[in-house]
């Protein structure tokens, strides 16, 4: 039986945490055997779709961002577009736009859907573009539909958003507003990879043949999974981890009052429904039927360091947010 003929997967049946946990487990292969170098990136980019959500990778050029989400797309089987975006990029170069046709029975405007009207979404250098256009975006991901001249147009399902950022570029860009980062799930840090890994990639990528991913999954076995994570059972424990932890990041809540000085302000409860999800994703996609202390733990820092600021005081004395999710993490065991 080929990838393609493989049996979609049931969130009814009592087998389809173990069926969706081995798909996954092949999915993950396959995208690593393309993506060198990079598991924690690939992880917690599949960890964001499996819970249903956008994730904002944060690193240098040529570290495989775009190339993970090509890859992404074509191993779920996600029909995927790509934006550029630019400063002079507006809303309906984004969202789509009607226009005036003749026919028949006379001049009608029609609809034509723009890029966004994809599965999965490749925002690359989102901070280049403009407010406004920004703020489009934003219903998409919130939303899962745009509204143009009165009208709501829904989006297909799934959709997902995976935008990249350059940390040091500056220059023309435009900082995403705390609204639209709190939307993205996951801000995934793409770092470099060790001298190994980049060895086999330099061999890979600079032959005759490179290598390309299979389809393994669907968009229907992906839904499928997404409904798994909702359907996991979870601990009291990894709950009250999980809120203490949030709660812990709040400057009006903090129980250091170093800790209370430091912050500018804190995660909202939109953290903790993704802290909740994401650790539930981490499960399914280690085939493990329920999320541990372990799994909050690993995805603190990406699920609350975009939403979370330092005070000016606090940036000053060289303190990062890493050491305080660090700290409040290991309040936890």
């Known amino acids: 039986m080929n990838d393609l003929e493989a049996p979609h997967i049931d969130p009814t049946t009592p087998e389809a945490f173990d069926a969706a ?39 240098l050029p040529g570290l495989g961002k775009s190339r993970l989400v090509a890859t992404m797309g074509r191993v779920l089987g996600l029909d995927g577009k790509r934006i550029q975006f630019t400063p002079d990029l507006m809303p309906a170069d984004i969202l789509g736009s009607e226009v005036l046709e003749d026919a028949e029975a006379g001049r009608r405007f029609r609809f034509l859907p723009g890029p966004v009207f994809c599965q999965l979404l490749m925002a690359d250098e989102i901070n280049r573009a403009s407010p406004r256009t920004q703020s489009a975006l934003l219903q998409a991901m919130q939303e899962r539909h745009v509204s143009i001249a009165g009208h709501d147009h829904a989006l297909p399902a799934p959709f997902h958003v995976l935008a990249t950022q350059n940390p040091i570029e500056q220059e023309g860009t435009y900082p995403l507003p705390e609204a639209q980062l709190d939307r993205f799930l996951l801000e995934i840090d793409v770092t470099y990879p060790d001298r190994d890994a980049e060895r086999r990639m330099l061999l890979a990528t600079t032959g005759a043949d490179e290598p390309q991913a299979r389809p393994i999954l669907r968009a229907s076995d992906l839904l499928a999974a997404q409904m798994l994570v ?92 890493a050491d305080i999710i660090g700290q409040l993490a290991a309040r936890l065991d």
């Open 21 to 59: 946990g081995k798909r996954l487990a092949e999915a993950r292969a396959e995208i690593g055997r393309v993506i060198l170098g990079q598991p924690a990136m690939v992880d917690q980019a599949l960890i964001a779709l499996l819970a249903g959500g956008h994730a904002l990778l944060v690193g």
């Open 230 to 321: 909702r359907r996991m059972p979870i601990g009291e424990r990894v709950v009250d981890a999980i809120l203490t932890l949030v709660r812990g990041a709040r400057p009006d809540a903090a129980a250091n009052p170093v800790l209370a000085r430091q912050l500018a302000w804190g995660p909202g409860p939109r953290a903790a429904q993704a802290l909740m999800l994401a650790s539930r994703a981490r499960a399914l996609l280690d085939q493990r039927l329920s999320p541990s202390l372990a799994d909050v733990v690993a995805l603190a820092e990406p699920v609350l360091r975009h939403r979370m600021s330092l005070t000016f005081a606090a940036r000053a004395e060289g303190v990062r947010l």
